[in-house]
């Protein structure tokens, strides 16, 4: 039976990194050994689109919505906000971080490249893969791991890869990564690693990440598509292992119209979600930020996308426990067949 590796599923605390500032400077002006590559620039800056900014002023709360810290909802179209709690609250990204680190690896490299996985690049806390040193994976495949798996060892080597690729060093990958949130507006945000793992330094609001769903869903073709992948595992070849791809977005199938996008958890983070969906010609984003379980973050989600559809005329899903727990049980039903395959190949070996 051919090995297969699956990623841990354990929402664990993340390891603090080691603290890193950006300079606020252009890179030509930096006098630095590590930073020596070739200026990406020019790269980074192809696929921009700055949105006009939301004004949450006369936004509402919504009275179930409580015990959440933080959600926004909002017409993506018009960037009309409905509903908004803690939009411009300084938070940890968590692996909504993925939704700028991949923009930036995808302007360096295509989605047809071949990525090598180091040492480096795999040796990341869990949600992961589970990828091995050596193995060669495309682009397209890590892209579907760090989306809608939101394996942190996937997005660690689509990353490093991508960095490689193009003959600039890791470091230097998060500067672009900088770069890029300045080009986009990102006034409030920071960003220390590919990942999404918390550091000190490394910060956002919902309003920023806000700006980062705007870009992907305007010039992001490639993320949308990942985010939408469920079960699209990557398949055994001579390079590399096999892998499943689950999708942790707990909506999608569950909510009419879901289109994306990204879920997001770290201890300080808590447990959090951006969901866009499309009905009858509107277009709805919907963030949710410090939930206390992914049955509490999605039921928000449903509240927030509901309440942004029926300010446009349209009548609510409603979606409750019971179908989202469906959904959860088919998550279980994968982990303890994937658990049952590891234990086989351990007895046989």
């Known amino acids: 039976m051919a090995k297969k590796t699956f990623f841990v599923l354990l929402f664990l605390a993340a390891v603090p990194g080691i603290f890193f500032a950006l300079p606020k ?57 409905y509903y908004a709690k803690g939009a411009d609250i300084r938070l940890s990204p968590a692996s909504f971080t993925k939704l700028l680190s991949t923009q930036v690896a995808l302007d360096l490299v295509p989605k047809e490249f071949m990525i090598t996985a180091t040492k480096q690049s795999i040796d990341k806390v869990p949600t992961i893969l589970g990828l091995k040193e050596g193995e060669k994976i495309s682009v397209s495949d890590l892209l579907r791991g760090a989306i809608a798996t939101s394996a942190n060892d996937a997005a660690q080597t689509l990353a490093d890869g991508a960095a490689k690729a193009v003959g600039i060093s890791p470091v230097e990958f998060i500067y672009y990564m900088n770069a890029k949130a ?17 550091e000190q330094n490394q910060y956002s609001t919902l309003l920023d990440i806000a700006k980062l769903v705007n870009n992907v869903q305007k010039n992001y073709p490639e993320i949308m598509e990942a985010a939408q992948s469920n079960n699209q595992d990557i398949q055994k ?113």
């Open 182 to 198: 300045q080009l986009l507006g990102l006034k409030n945000s920071h960003f220390s690693n590919p990942d999404g793992l918390d």
């Open 237 to 349: 070849t001579a390079d590399h292992g096999f892998y499943y791809l689950p999708n942790w977005n707990g909506l999608l199938g569950v909510y009419p119209g879901i289109t994306g996008l990204k879920i997001a958890y770290t201890e300080e983070a808590g447990y959090s979600t951006v969901v866009t969906a499309k009905r009858d010609g509107y277009s709805m984003v919907a963030i949710v930020s410090g939930a206390d379980s992914y049955l509490e973050r999605d039921l928000a989600a449903g509240d927030l996308l509901d309440a942004g559809f029926l300010a446009v005329g349209l009548e609510p899903i409603k979606i409750n426990k019971n179908q989202l727990n469906i959904h959860y049980k088919e998550w279980g039903d994968l982990a303890r067949k994937i658990q049952a395959e590891l234990k086989a190949l351990e007895d046989n070996n």
């Open 25 to 81: 400077i252009l890179k030509s002006d930096l006098i630095s050994p590590f930073f020596q590559g070739p200026d990406q620039t020019e790269k980074i800056s192809q696929r921009v689109s700055p949105p006009p900014p939301l004004d949450i002023s006369k936004a509402k709360t919504i009275s179930s919505l409580e015990n959440i810290p933080r959600y926004l909802v909002y017409n993506s179209d018009s960037n009309k906000v």
